[in-house]
């Protein structure tokens, strides 16, 4: 009988792993619950199979010495990671659709009068470029709505342009409670108009509601007990991640995974988020409330376990009914991010601890305690995960003393299984490196924010995310960039110092066997670094949306027509190709139906075609901005394509 060497036995387990991947995945049906439930139950297994092994088998002895403790520091927060990612897993195992609810009650209110709604959209220091889109958008709504702008910037050119717009205008004296304060005293003054609102829609100053944004919205509250209706946050452009990596087209922006999986989920147990923009509230929820608390940075967040608490639902309908701006720089992306966390930790200190004596239910506080646990070990692990390979290089620690095989045994299994189930739920959006980056480059931040709001009283000071301006030029974030230089640096140096002299430790053989390993660990770190440092360059932008397809069109000239394809389409761009030849500079006519005639000049030439410079009548500037972006259709991608993105990759960091 053939006998295996420990080494080749010790794939079994991933290779059973590959095998059900390979043959039983793509035959479930993901919505399916108890398909979720018994695979992310046996992903789960996995991970406390290999966790208890960490504890237990791979950490130094307790003593007070260097390797114990960081060996058992990094183990605890490994841990904490495996606690988060089982009650991130058992939100998971339940998913709940709404759409066709939505579809049975669009007209519950009949034979009665529609209800009455108002479209609030707040802003503080967005330009008009990015306030005009949403307020053409939110007045080509379908439903009959009234439209408000909420300006706490105080700014005479905005409530001149409402005017113009044909749209309402609210100020108050002060910026109290920023966006929360905001909205509670618009909620306010309309309280005491006649036509005083029964349900108010939300938006941020830069999402663009779609032509059935109200309707569809509107239809879930046929039940009298829920209070705010929740719709995901599509974006028109490419984050920072996806932009400057250049891989907008095959891997999503970095918040897919949460509207398409986490709140979808999260509504099956009742636990559904507001997340602010994109979203419509009943009035007299809010009202029964007191309003928008103002406690966290995060009202949102707030509101819906204040909501809760008074009996009152928050649900999902995962449809695109609104397309945004993504932060369009790295330092706005982390900016925002951090804001995030801070108001969580607010929340958690100062209000609703998931263990403190409140009404909300044993589901809501574990809803606290999973966003509580992702925001404190998620960024941490993935610093620590960084800087251990240095301590073993530099100072000769060894964090996770263990061999090859039982790496092998017990990581990859797991590793592999959580990669699988996670992409079999949503789509291929997991991909190793690139998640990677999206946390490291915001884990600092993030980490500072959550040690300030959890262990700070406050008040705590916060930025608001910057949008528009110009992003034409190529610009290196050299503050955000340098800090990965040097761990970049310090991951070659020490490999190269210590595998080929002893200048600082000759470490070859005192981790063992898990010399083999901690090299791994030190190359993959490698990659990540290099990664997050191209992410760091900005690169320029164009103002338009992802959304886009293929259409005819006739290019006039001198009298001539010219029948050609429009590639992309902006307000003040366009690129067509199949044309006859044309001269830069040369004034031409771009003709779309229901647009009309742009006037138009031919900017250069392309591989196929041409760039033209529009210049559209105010007129025909509403109704492109309404074509790009109230269309009931989905920007960008929702899906992962790894060998796409490999490709794109490849390309970026090569140029």
Same mark, same amino acid.
């Given at each position: 009988?053939?006998?295996?060497?420990?080494?080749?036995?010790?794939?079994?387990?991933?290779?059973? !792993?590959?095998?059900? %991947?390979?043959?039983?995945?793509?035959?479930?049906?993901?919505?399916? +619950?108890?398909?979720?439930?018994?695979? /992310?139950?046996?992903?789960?297994?996995?991970?406390?199979?290999?966790?208890?092994?960490?504890?237990?088998?791979?950490?130094?002895?307790?003593? +007070?010495?260097?390797?114990?403790?960081?060996?058992?520091?990094?183990?605890?927060?490994?841990?904490?990671?495996?606690?988060?990612?089982?009650?991130?897993?058992?939100?998971?195992?339940?998913?709940?659709?709404?759409?066709?609810?939505?579809?049975?009650?669009?007209?519950?209110?009949?034979?009665?009068?529609?209800?009455?709604?108002?479209?609030?959209?707040?802003?503080?220091?967005?330009?008009?470029?990015?306030?005009?889109?949403?307020?053409?958008?939110? =007045?080509?709504?379908?439903?009959?709505?009234?439209?408000?702008?909420?300006?706490?910037?105080?700014?005479?050119?905005?409530?001149?342009?409402?005017? %113009?717009?044909?749209?309402?205008?609210?100020?108050?004296?002060?910026?109290?409670?920023? =966006?929360?304060?905001?909205?509670?005293?618009?909620?306010?003054?309309?309280?005491?108009?006649?036509?005083?609102?029964?349900?108010?829609?939300?938006?941020?100053?830069?999402?663009?509601?779609?032509?059935?944004?109200?309707?569809?919205?509107?239809?879930?509250?046929?039940?009298?007990?829920?209070? /705010?209706?929740?719709?995901?946050?599509?974006?028109?452009?490419?984050?920072?991640?996806?932009?400057?990596?250049?891989?907008?087209?095959?891997?999503?922006?970095?918040?897919?995974?949460?509207?398409?999986?986490?709140?979808?989920?999260?509504? *099956?147990?009742?636990?559904?988020?507001? @997340?602010?923009?994109?979203?419509?509230?009943?009035?007299?929820?809010?009202?029964?409330?007191?309003?928008?608390?103002?406690?966290?940075?995060?009202?949102?967040?707030?509101?819906?376990?204040?909501?809760?608490?008074?009996?009152?639902?928050?649900?999902?309908?995962?449809?695109?009914?609104?397309?945004?701006?993504?932060?369009?720089?790295?330092?706005?992306?982390?900016?925002?991010?951090?804001?995030?966390? /801070?108001?969580?930790?607010?929340?958690?200190?100062?209000?609703?601890?998931?263990?403190?004596?409140?009404?909300?239910?044993?589901?809501?506080?574990?809803?606290?305690?999973?966003?509580?646990?992702? +925001?404190?070990?998620?960024?941490?692990?993935?610093?620590?995960?960084?800087?251990?390979?240095?301590?073993?290089?530099? @100072?000769?620690?060894?964090?996770?003393?263990?061999?090859?095989?039982?790496?092998?045994?017990?990581? @990859?299994?797991?590793?592999?299984?959580?990669?699988?189930?996670?992409?079999?739920?949503?789509?291929?959006?997991?991909?190793?490196?690139?998640?990677?980056?999206?946390?490291?480059?915001?884990?600092?931040?993030?980490?500072?924010?959550?040690?300030?709001?959890?262990?700070?009283?406050?008040?705590?000071?916060?930025? !608001?995310?910057?949008?528009?301006?110009?992003?034409?030029?190529?610009?290196?974030?050299?503050?955000?960039?340098w800090p990965f230089l040097v761990l970049f640096a310090l991951t070659i140096g020490g490999l190269l110092v210590n595998l080929h002299s002893d200048?600082?430790?000759?470490? *070859?053989? $005192?981790?063992?066997?898990?010399?083999?390993?901690?090299?791994?660990?030190?190359?993959?770190?490698?990659?990540?670094?290099?990664?997050?440092?191209?992410?760091?360059?900005?690169?320029?932008?164009?103002?338009?949306?992802?959304?886009?397809?293929?259409?005819?069109?006739?290019?006039?000239?001198?009298?001539?027509?010219?029948?050609?394809?429009?590639?992309?389409?902006?307000?003040?761009?366009?690129?067509?190709?199949?044309?006859?030849?044309?001269?830069?500079?040369?004034?031409? +006519?771009?003709?779309?139906?229901?647009?009309?005639?742009?006037?138009?000049?031919?900017?250069?030439?392309?591989?196929?075609?041409?760039?033209?410079?529009?210049?559209?009548?105010?007129?025909?500037?509403?109704?492109?901005?309404?074509?790009?972006?109230?269309?009931?259709?989905?920007?960008?991608?929702?899906?992962?394509?790894?060998?796409?993105?490999?490709?794109?990759?490849?390309?970026?960091? $090569?140029?």
């Amino acid at each position: 009988m053939l006998a295996l060497s420990p080494f080749v036995s010790a794939f079994a387990g991933t290779a059973v !792993v590959i095998g059900l %991947r390979l043959l039983l995945l793509p035959l479930l049906d993901p919505r399916r +619950w108890y398909w979720r439930a018994l695979l /992310l139950g046996g992903a789960m297994a996995l991970a406390w199979r290999y966790m208890i092994w960490r504890l237990t088998e791979t950490t130094a002895p307790l003593a +007070w010495t260097w390797d114990a403790v960081f060996s058992w520091g990094f183990a605890i927060l490994e841990a904490l990671t495996v606690v988060s990612s089982s009650v991130a897993f058992f939100i998971l195992a339940r998913v709940k659709d709404r759409k066709d609810e939505a579809r049975r009650n669009e007209r519950w209110w009949q034979p009665g009068a529609p209800p009455r709604v108002d479209i609030f959209i707040a802003t503080y220091n967005e330009q008009l470029e990015v306030l005009e889109r949403t307020i053409i958008g939110a =007045k080509a709504s379908a439903f009959p709505a009234k439209v408000f702008v909420l300006d706490d910037g105080r700014r005479p050119w905005l409530a001149e342009a409402c005017q %113009r717009f044909g749209v309402g205008y609210f100020t108050r004296p002060d910026n109290a409670h920023a =966006k929360a304060g905001n909205i509670n005293y618009a909620l306010r003054a309309r309280a005491a108009d006649p036509d005083a609102p029964e349900f108010v829609a939300v938006l941020d100053a830069d999402f663009v509601p779609h032509v059935d944004f109200i309707d569809r919205t509107l239809a879930l509250f046929h039940d009298a007990s829920v209070g /705010l209706v929740q719709t995901p946050q599509h974006f028109f452009n490419p984050d920072p991640i996806q932009h400057n990596l250049g891989i907008s087209s095959a891997y999503p922006d970095e918040q897919r995974h949460f509207f398409d999986n986490v709140e979808p989920s999260r509504d *099956a147990w009742g636990i559904a988020i507001c @997340c602010g923009t994109s979203s419509m509230v009943r009035t007299a929820a809010v009202e029964a409330i007191g309003g928008l608390p103002t406690e966290s940075v995060t009202e949102d967040f707030l509101l819906t376990l204040r909501l809760a608490e008074n009996g009152w639902k928050t649900v999902y309908l995962n449809e695109a009914l609104t397309e945004g701006l993504a932060p369009e720089g790295l330092q706005e992306y982390i900016v925002q991010r951090g804001r995030w966390c /801070l108001g969580m930790m607010q929340i958690v200190r100062n209000v609703y601890s998931p263990l403190g004596q409140h009404g909300l239910s044993f589901l809501h506080r574990l809803s606290i305690f999973d966003s509580l646990l992702y +925001w404190n070990t998620t960024f941490s692990f993935r610093l620590a995960g960084i800087v251990c390979p240095l301590l073993y290089w530099w @100072c000769g620690v060894t964090v996770v003393n263990a061999s090859l095989v039982d790496i092998i045994i017990y990581y @990859c299994p797991y590793y592999i299984a959580v990669m699988a189930v996670l992409n079999w739920l949503s789509k291929g959006l997991f991909i190793p490196v690139v998640n990677d980056v999206g946390q490291l480059v915001a884990a600092w931040p993030i980490t500072r924010a959550a040690a300030t709001g959890l262990l700070t009283k406050g008040p705590h000071k916060f930025s !608001v995310t910057a949008k528009g301006g110009d992003r034409t030029k190529i610009v290196v974030q050299w503050p955000l960039m340098w800090p990965f230089l040097v761990l970049f640096a310090l991951t070659i140096g020490g490999l190269l110092v210590n595998l080929h002299s002893d200048f600082v430790f000759n470490n *070859a053989g $005192t981790a063992g066997d898990g010399m083999v390993v901690v090299m791994f660990w030190t190359i993959y770190n490698l990659f990540v670094l290099l990664v997050v440092i191209a992410a760091c360059i900005e690169r320029p932008r164009l103002n338009q949306p992802q959304r886009q397809s293929l259409q005819r069109v006739v290019v006039e000239r001198s009298g001539e027509e010219l029948r050609g394809w429009l590639i992309n389409f902006g307000t003040d761009h366009a690129q067509v190709s199949g044309l006859a030849k044309l001269a830069p500079g040369q004034n031409v +006519w771009l003709r779309l139906p229901i647009i009309g005639s742009i006037a138009a000049s031919v900017r250069e030439p392309t591989r196929d075609g041409y760039q033209l410079s529009l210049a559209p009548s105010e007129e025909q500037r509403s109704l492109i901005i309404a074509k790009l972006h109230t269309a009931s259709q989905t920007p960008g991608t929702d899906k992962g394509d790894i060998s796409l993105m490999i490709r794109e990759l490849a390309r970026a960091l $090569t140029r």
